[in-house]
Every structure is written in C-alpha cells, then in structure tokens.
C-alpha cells in the first residue's frame, strides 16, 4: 500500500508565496515521476508541474517562472511565488510509483490554497 500526504496549503494574499509538500511512503520499489495538479472550483483538473525520474521538469504555461517544482527522496514540493487570485484551487499531489507488485498511479487527498487580499 502507497499513501501520499499533503501539506501546505493556506490563504495568502495576492503576490505572497506558500510551499507545498507531498510525502509518498509504503511498498515503494521506485518513483517515476510525481507531479502537482489542481483543480478550481467549476473547472476541471490540470497538470501544474511535474518532475520526472532523473530530474526533468515541465510547467503548465500559467505558471511558468512562478512556481518551481522539486523533489528529495519521496518528497516533492511545489514553491509558489507571485500568487494570483487564479491560482485558487485545490491542489492534488500525484506520483507514478513502481511497486512490488506493478506500476501504479497514485493522489493525495488535496490541499486547499486561496489567494486572496
């Protein structure tokens, strides 16, 4: 069994900054790839970041330069910067993780972050 475990999440005002932490553990052989997406109130869920096994990054346009994407062990973090009432949502930590017993697809149970003044 894998969980992930997010933390992180808060109200701050417009242009502040919050970092987000996701911790996977379980049956982890190894890690592919993990990744933050989020999903606004009425609108369906995106891909934010994500970083790949080797080190590889890739942003979704909104958030380029903004937002930063890392990664230490079972860990991945998402450093928010320049926060935009946009970036209001609730944001999902997500990991591909080799198993034991195959590959599978894995979410957090979200955490909330408005950007509000």
């Known amino acids: 069994q894998v969980q992930l475990v997010e933390s992180g999440g808060g109200l701050v005002q417009p242009g502040g900054s919050l970092r987000l932490s996701c911790a996977a553990s379980g049956s982890i052989l190894s890690i592919n790839a993990m990744g933050w997406y989020r999903q606004a109130l009425g609108k369906q869920r995106e891909l934010v970041a994500i970083i790949v096994r080797g080190g590889a990054t890739n942003y979704a346009d909104s958030v380029k330069g903004r937002f930063t994407i890392s990664r230490a062990k079972n860990t991945v973090y998402l450093q928010m910067s320049s926060l935009k009432p946009e970036d209001t949502a609730v944001y999902y930590c997500?990991?591909?993780?080799?198993?034991?017993?195959?590959?599978?697809?894995?979410w957090g149970q979200g955490t909330q972050v408005t950007v509000s003044s």
């Open positions: 997500n990991a591909d993780i080799e198993t034991g017993w195959g590959s599978f697809d894995y």
